[in-house]
């Protein structure tokens, strides 16, 4: 079984920035991907950003492409998204997941099979 547990959300101005972590425990691969999503009031969950292993190309949906870095710290069993530069329409709960497929997809949320309780970003203007 794996667990991922969000955290680092809150509520800033339009401008500002955060970092969420996503610490992941129990059975998994520091190889497979990790993958970001979000969704919003009365909206399908989207896709965010994803990671496979540290130091591999990182994949951003369009909407946060330049304003937002994925990271993985490979011994601390973490996976971050960091945040810049946040618009109101950012304002979502953010979901971290993982993917027990080396081979898989990272945009579609289907590809992942645990995910993280979710962690709320609210951005005011």
């Known amino acids: 079984q794996v667990q991922l547990v969000e955290s680092g959300g809150g509520s800033v101005q339009a401008g500002g920035s955060l970092r969420l972590s996503c610490t992941i425990s129990?059975?998994?691969?520091?190889?497979?991907?990790v993958g970001w999503f979000r969704q919003a009031p009365g909206k399908e969950r989207e896709f965010v950003a994803a990671?496979?292993?540290?130091?591999?190309?990182?994949t951003y949906a369009d909407s946060v492409k330049g304003r937002s870095a994925i990271s993985r710290d490979t011994p601390k069993n973490t996976v971050y998204l960091e945040m810049n530069d946040l618009k109101p329409e950012d304002t979502a709960v953010y979901y971290c997941a993982a993917s027990m497929d080396y081979w898989s997809g990272v945009t579609q949320a289907a590809d992942y099979t645990y995910w993280g309780q979710g962690t709320q970003v609210t951005v005011s203007s």
């Open positions: 990671i496979r292993w540290s130091g591999s190309i990182p």
């Open positions: 129990g059975r998994t691969e520091s190889t497979h991907p």
